[in-house]
């Protein structure tokens, strides 16, 4: 029977590289076994050394997978289900995956982290292989070296389901797709048998990290709350976000405003996005330096980016905190109907999005200020994607996107296969004969015809001006979520606000 070589593969690889223990590999064999209805075994010698070398568990995995849909134990859709399973008999349990953990992170909060994010990989559950199919690049002609994904792992959101879902109660099991009764939870598209969390203290309050299974960067995770509560951004989440920053120094940590259209796409728990990844808008110098007669040792500046951000530095974390925490009750209630800004109507509209990292024992903390009211011009905000801009990308500008590094949903890979055609001529244009998905994109390709002229482009001409018209659209989105803009009227505008802080130009 060749099936059992893949067996003996499995548990050799996880003896390697998931710490299964000698002691547990009989018994894991067997529930292995079970899963895949065999009730004997004959043990074959495989390639070790291939196995040692492996950086992630695609190669052992498949063959039992095949072997399940093809013997009918599982039928084609169940396929990263069943994978879940078998991975979950050879992985450590939550209990031995914190203790693991938690000792390394008392020797170095870097070797910890690098520990849980390869184990995820290693466990299948950080899904390296799909996540490598993304298009990736970097925009080098922007102003701001905006970094671009198009992203076929996860579905597009919907602003209007996001801010619907705040509104109702959700009584299903787990209550949402990042509450820790995920783990191990499979079912549905949720499918998180190999999904290990690990305890934090943020604020006095029990959190947990976990990292993303289709990260955006490297070692892409959030800190969750432990109860499934409203994302909201006060004076306790500042403190919070510095607790992490504290816990592991290598990363950074930021909070989404917490209201529709300008935050992230899960509102109804309270949550952090972070990562070892220097974003664009962290490389991003001094616009305006400031100065502040209250705190003269606070280093702060207008960030020159695209939105509107406050750079504010300091190795006095206390009085650091105490700043930022004047700026965000500050902003929640500052009006300057000059430049659309109506901190409230019926709802609240401003919000900030602080994101805090440390270097040099400094803390720095870049608070992004927020509005997302909207009119009648501006239904989806006026300060959110303006609607030519929404066939790349209509759902809201997180805080990933705000600082720089865009996600751009999956359909954009067919969907800019199918430009490409027209400007090489393989297909004529013809607005009539647009397929109904991309009739979205008919003013971005008539764009796009015009300007190559009447020769056609080759393959890869082509696919570079998509490219450039791409990370134009990103750089102009930014601007439209920026409160102030960078003309004279928005940075006096700025420097009002600021005032009402006691901060000046210096
Ligand atoms: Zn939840």
Known sequence: MLIYPSVESLLYYAQAHLLLDDLDVIWARNLLLDELRLHDYVQYEVDYDAIEALDRPDTVLEPLVSYA???G?????????FAGKLMNIVCKRPAEVTDMFNDLHNRSAAKAFDWLYDYGIKSDYIKLTKISENLKWEAKGTRGKLEITVNTCRPEKNNKATAEALKTKNESYPACSICKENEGFAYGGQIRQTLRTVPLTLGGEEWFWQFSPYAYFNQHGIAVNSEHVPMKVDDATIVKLFDFVDFMPNYFIGCNAALPRIGGSVLTHDHFQGGAKQMPMHKAGTLVRLKSKEYPYI????????NSVLRLSCSNRAKLIEFAQKVNATWENYSDESVDIVAKTDEQHNAITPIVRKADDKYIIDIILRNNRTDKTYPDGIFHAHPEYHNIKSESIGLIEAMGLFVLPGRLARQTAEIEKYLTKEVKYSEANLAPDMVCHKAMIEKLLKEAGSGKL?????????KDEINRVCEEILVNTAVFKQDEQGRAAFLRFLAVLGVEAK
């Open 69 to 71: 849909v093809e013997n």
């Open 73 to 81: 134990i599982i039928t084609e859709d169940k396929r990263e289900y």
């Open 458 to 466: 080759s393959p890869a001409e082509a696919k570079l001006n998509i």
């Open 299 to 306: 280093d702060m500046c207008i960030v020159d980016w695209y």
